[in-house]
T-cell receptor
Framework: QQPVQSPQAVILREGEDAVINCSSSKALYSVHWYRQKHGEAPVFLMILLKGGEQKGHEKISASFNEKKQQSSLYLTASQLSYSGTYFCGTEGGGNDMRFGAGTRLTVKP | GAGVSQSPRYKVAKRGQDVALRCDPISGHVSLFWYQQALGQGPEFLTYFQNEAQLDKSGLPSDRFFAERPEGSVSTLKIQRTQQEDSAVYLC???????????FGNGTRLTVT
């Protein structure tokens, strides 16, 4: 079962913040976040394991609420380099990694 | 190698031809995944290997699709009698173990004419 991401697309000005949401209909053990730029491979951003932790990576952080089977990715003070498509990947504990349809983020000067 | 390597980078096949796509994972990575990515979509799961064992092939769209990883390292995805709907980017990813980050290759863009 694929996770559902929202929004599908977002346009920001440099310095603005954004939140990308990911939800699943099944119990989750972990959530992964990846960013893919046009014509390139997805690149790992962070992984959140069952336990509701929040992790950070530069000005990008994420939370995981396993009771609600949801995760959110927070991008603060966005930079031009943040542009790309963000995917969440979810695992139920059996190496059953499934990806959402993606959120296309465009950061403009 | 430094990363996951896929070949060929591009493949054009005439409808009905067979194709073979190769993936060289990062050395020592136990898990290997194949995904199909259509334009503007997320990666769709095809199959998963743990070492040489194919533990999940539920995402393979038809019996024309076949994957193997005989020695637990290099993997090959084979598509027989290609159809136009098979046109997509095929991504391979490997990880050290369960619940660790996936490292993706640059993919093979398959175009069926």
């Amino acid at each position: 079962q694929q996770p559902v991401q929202s929004p599908q697309a977002v346009i920001l000005r440099e310095g603005e913040d954004a939140v990308i949401n990911c939800s699943s209909s099944k119990a989750l053990y972990s959530v992964h976040w990846y960013r893919q730029k046009h014509g390139e491979a997805p690149v790992f951003l962070m992984i959140l394991l069952k336990g509701g932790e929040q992790k950070g990576h530069e000005k990008i952080s994420a939370s995981f609420n396993e009771k609600k089977q949801q995760s959110s990715l927070y991008l603060t003070a966005s930079q031009l380099s943040y542009s790309g498509t963000y995917f969440c990947g979810t695992e139920g504990g059996g190496n059953d990694m499934r990806f959402g349809a993606g959120t296309r983020l465009t950061v403009k000067p | 190698g430094a990363g996951v390597s896929q070949s060929p980078r591009y493949k054009v096949a005439k409808r009905g031809q067979d194709v073979a796509l190769r993936c060289d994972p990062i050395s020592g990575h136990v898990s290997l995944f194949w995904y199909q990515q259509a334009l503007g979509q997320g990666p769709e799961f095809l199959t998963y290997f743990q070492n040489e064992a194919q533990l999940d092939k539920s995402g393979l769209p038809s019996d024309r699709f076949f994957a193997e990883r005989p020695e637990g390292s290099v993997s090959t995805l084979k598509i027989q009698r290609t159809q136009q709907e098979d046109s997509a980017v095929y991504l391979c990813a490997s990880s050290f173990q369960a619940n660790s980050p996936l490292h993706f290759g640059n993919g093979t863009r398959l175009t069926v004419t």
